[in-house]
């Protein structure tokens, strides 16, 4: 009887979400503009066993955002470039970035294909991420990296928080 509840309440939640981000192309003039936008951010590499490596992420994002005049931004997306690293000298880690993001107002997500370099070995990774964010100015996501290779470092775990932040969007 509870779950039947919990279930009615989530699906008219659901609904009222989706009528309101569809209410910005129905009430409003929509407007598209395109920009090179800085990226940055930190993110924890697994949240669970090891001891969380702290890193870094800084690119570009050719980003798309859909919105109009006298109405809050309802899309941003596009593709990005990106270098993640760490900040341990004994353990330095590069790590190239190829990822798409899609955000839609509070919610948004990415896929990446990641290539951990310790200067002796490449990590290859494929990372999906979802999470909240804000109309693509700031995320907070979790991911998951998927190795693709045989070859991974021990210290490159499967779990990962990021937040990020796309600078030009923010003060556009």
């Known amino acids: 009887m509870l779950g039947s509840k919990y279930h009615t309440i989530c699906n008219r939640l659901l609904c009222v979400f989706m009528l309101w981000c ?3 192309s129905m009430f409003c003039q929509e407007d598209v503009d395109k920009s090179l936008d800085f990226s940055g951010g930190l993110l924890l590499t ?3 066993e090891h001891l969380p490596q702290l ?3 800084v690119g570009v994002i050719y980003g798309t955002t859909k919105g109009a005049d006298g109405c809050p931004t309802a899309y941003y997306y596009g593709p990005k470039l ?5 900040f341990n000298p004994n353990n330095f880690i590069l790590a190239p970035k190829v990822s798409y993001e899609y955000h839609l107002v509070l919610i948004g997500a990415r896929i990446s294909i990641i290539d951990f370099i310790n200067f002796s070995q490449h ?24 190795p693709i290779t045989d070859n991974t470092l021990d210290y490159i775990t499967n779990h990962r928080l ?4 796309n ?3 923010v003060f556009d």
Do not use: K
């Not at 990106?82 to 760490?86: A, D, G, H, Q, V």
């Not at 804000?134 to 991911?143: A, I, K, P």
């Not at 990021?162 to 932040?165: A, N, R």
């Open 46 to 48: 697994d949240v669970g």
């Open 162 to 165: 990021s937040l990020t932040i």
């Open 123 to 146: 990590d290859f990774r494929l990372t999906p991420e979802a999470g909240i964010s804000l109309n693509g100015g700031m995320n907070l996501f979790y991911g998951y990296n998927i």
């Open 167 to 169: 600078i030009n969007n």
């Open 55 to 57: 890193m870094g992420d």
């Open 22 to 24: 569809l209410s910005f």
């Open 82 to 86: 990106s270098l993640e690293f760490n």
